[in-house]
């Protein structure tokens, strides 16, 4: 397949080119659902969903399947009075209930509300608390984390019926589905109402609620279809989790936007399971995080037992992806990994391309995705020229595809005039391309994740020995970085391992376990400046310091 330049697209590009491929009206009005899984549904036999679970068990499920399936759910939310514009959740872990909640949700006309299930209760309570959440489905493995939510919606276990935990809940997910009919009409919705209820970690204060309305899909479809480069005839692994942004935007959404199967991974990440699971599946397309390649690359001599994996093209989000890797992917799969950049509030906005053509950079996030004008900015909102630096943002007015509405509660204005202000700080290559440079915050960026360290202090002052804290992110060589805490606690309390320890699995339990610090240093003191505000500045510095001390 020979690709277009990426310089005469962006020329001939136009929203309409894109819209053309929907087929609702989002003047009118336009159902999710439909468009991701209905539409699909004609051929009996195309498969949506392949999936393996940790116990073993492995199956799929057509377009057509889901269909029905998400039709036992929206006729069961509608049962219980909940419909357009109200949100409902899921606690759980890649499996096909969860796929079913996703759709059903979204047929209803509902807004889907995702939960990481390394959430501790407070995360979860918070959320649940904050969206007015009216449904929550869970697993059994997940219950006792909602003993202590306050305010707990309506529950919907996926268990059996003889199961210690089923007269706890108020529904049980398979015995009440089998009662609906699998016929429901598709609710319409507007192009700027939401489909997608997400939270993203800020630096200050709790977690940001970000709505995303079905103008999105648009900007989703060209993500897939250009970057990703997304084909009939891949077999498509999105390794994210569903629980976060491009997990649920790019392994649930985007490929069944294009009607292509998407594969869910129940088990946690091992350089051996994926290695199977790209062989078993026979997985051509391939999308995870910088540390996922990095621990692939550790453990690279196991690839010996795996001679029939057969990667086309590999794409890396969540953080900047290193050379050395881009080098390692090309020796040992044959293929070439695309850095890709974006955000929770706006999905991909940047991108090297797999289906165009385009000089490549090292270490380079991309090119502005088409629809989409991203510029940098100086201190006082200057777009900067060639090979200066400065802080990305996204022209509004000329980026036809931009769908993000401002934080759902107002909790921030990330804006200034026309631009949309990422918070990252890049070097403008002069050519619609930019290379990343940092953050101009304090968000923790491991492992792909985004930690707030606003979230993490708050967990921690929750507990009783603790008079303050800060947290920072402290380079590290598998993932990115860690999180480390300084932590000032009261005078007659013992700062000693044991307490670290006690400090760690409270963050643990109360927010998750993704976020936890990995390392707790006591202090006498934080440094501030006069007005009383934590200098985390000079705490990453010396963070940074230990490092290439050790």
Not at 440 to 456: E, K, M, T
């Amino acid at each position: 397949m020979d690709n277009t330049s990426y310089n005469d697209f962006i020329k001939d590009f136009t929203p309409e080119s894109i819209i053309q491929n929907f087929v609702g009206d989002f003047n009118a009005g336009i159902n999710v659902c439909e468009e991701i899984c209905d539409r699909w549904a004609d051929d009996p036999a195309k498969v949506a969903l392949r999936y393996e679970l940790v116990d073993g068990t492995h199956g799929e499920l057509t377009f057509k399947e889901l269909m029905q399936r998400s039709a036992q759910f929206a006729n069961f939310l509608t049962a219980q009075g909940i419909g357009k514009g109200d949100r409902i959740a899921a606690l759980l872990t890649r499996t096909p209930e969860l796929l079913i909640a996703v759709l059903g949700a979204l047929r209803a006309g509902a807004v889907y509300q995702p939960l990481f299930t390394a959430f501790g209760s407070g995360a979860i309570e918070y959320r649940l608390q904050k969206a007015q959440t009216k449904l929550i489905i869970t697993n059994t493995e997940q219950w006792s984390k909602l003993a202590d939510v306050k305010g707990l919606p309506t529950t919907l276990l996926v268990a059996d019926d003889n199961d210690p935990l089923a007269a706890e809940a108020d529904f049980l997910y398979h015995q009440t589905l089998n009662q609906q009919s699998d016929q429901f009409e598709p609710v319409k919705i507007g192009a700027d109402d939401p489909f997608l209820q997400m939270f993203t970690s800020g630096t200050t204060g709790k977690s940001k609620g970000v709505t995303i309305p079905t103008k999105a899909l648009p900007a989703f479809y060209v993500y897939m279809r250009y970057a990703i480069g997304l084909r009939d005839s891949d077999n498509f692994w999105n390794v994210a989790d569903p629980g976060w942004a491009y997990g649920l935007y790019y392994a649930v959404v985007g490929p069944l936007l294009l009607g292509c199967t998407t594969h869910f991974n129940e088990a946690g990440f091992t350089a051996d399971n994926t290695f199977e699971f790209l062989r078993k599946y026979k997985i051509t397309n391939l999308a995870a995080a910088p540390t996922a390649y990095r621990m692939l690359k550790a453990n690279e001599k196991l690839l010996a037992n795996y001679p029939e994996i057969d990667l086309r093209v590999a794409n890396s989000a969540g953080e900047p992806l290193n050379p050395e890797i881009v080098t390692w992917v090309q020796r040992v799969f044959g293929c070439l990994v695309c850095d890709q950049y974006g955000q929770t509030e706006t999905g991909m906005t940047s991108a090297n391309f797999h289906e165009l053509d385009h000089q490549f950079r090292d270490a380079s996030m991309g090119y502005q995705l088409p629809g989409y004008r991203l510029v940098a900015l100086d201190a006082d909102f200057n777009e900067v020229g060639p090979g200066e630096s400065g802080e990305l943002a996204i022209d509004m007015d000329n980026s036809p595809l931009y769908f993000f509405q401002g934080y759902t509660w107002g909790e921030k204005s990330p804006y200034f005039d026309r631009y949309y202000l990422t918070g990252d700080v890049v070097i403008s290559n002069g050519d619609g391309s930019h290379s990343y440079t940092g953050r101009d915050d304090d968000i923790i960026a491991s492992a792909g994740y985004r930690i707030g360290p606003a979230d993490v202090e708050s967990t921690l002052l929750e507990h009783e020995a603790v008079v303050e804290s800060a947290v920072v992110g402290k380079p590290d060589d598998k993932r990115g970085s860690i999180v480390k805490a300084y932590v000032v606690t009261h005078a007659h309390v013992d700062a000693d391992a044991a307490l670290a320890e006690a400090l760690q699995q409270h963050v643990r339990n109360r927010l998750s376990t993704h976020a936890f610090p990995r390392e707790i240093e006591f202090v006498q003191e934080l440094p501030k400046t006069s007005s009383g505000k934590i200098q985390r500045f000079l705490l990453r510095k010396q963070a940074a310091e230990e490092t290439v001390v050790e």
